[in-house]
């Protein structure tokens, strides 16, 4: 069982930047993927980001270039680092990780992108 959970979420405006941290309740070393995923409301969910165990990632064209996946194992950390942030980024940020066969979900954190 892994708990997960977000936080970093906020109110900012068009252009500025936000960290997104997701927190493991044990050691991500083993995991397959940790990923953002993003709803917005009306809209479906949609992968943001993903890092893998090797250390390699997968962005969504819509990001490419503004936001930034990274883990640090000895915190037991995945990160999102946003900048460049634009109103279409609104949305409930959710963090997941693949164990084994297994996809774990947090709460959610909500980013707002507003003037």
């Known amino acids: 069982q892994v708990q997960l959970v977000e936080s970093g979420g906020g109110l900012v405006q068009p252009g500025g930047s936000l960290r997104l941290i997701c927190a493991a309740s044990r050691s991500i070393f083993r995991f397959n993927e940790m990923g953002w995923y993003r709803q917005a409301p009306g809209n479906q969910r949609e992968l943001v980001a993903v890092i893998f165990s090797g250390g390699s990632t997968n962005y969504a064209d819509s990001v490419k270039g503004r936001f930034t996946i990274s883990r640090d194992n000895a915190k037991n950390t995945v990160y999102l680092q946003m900048s460049s942030l634009k109103p279409e980024d609104t949305a409930v940020y959710c963090c997941?990780?693949?164990?084994?066969?297994?996809?774990?979900w947090g709460q959610g954190t909500q980013v707002t992108v507003s003037s």
């Open positions: 997941d990780a693949l164990v084994g066969s297994l996809r774990y």
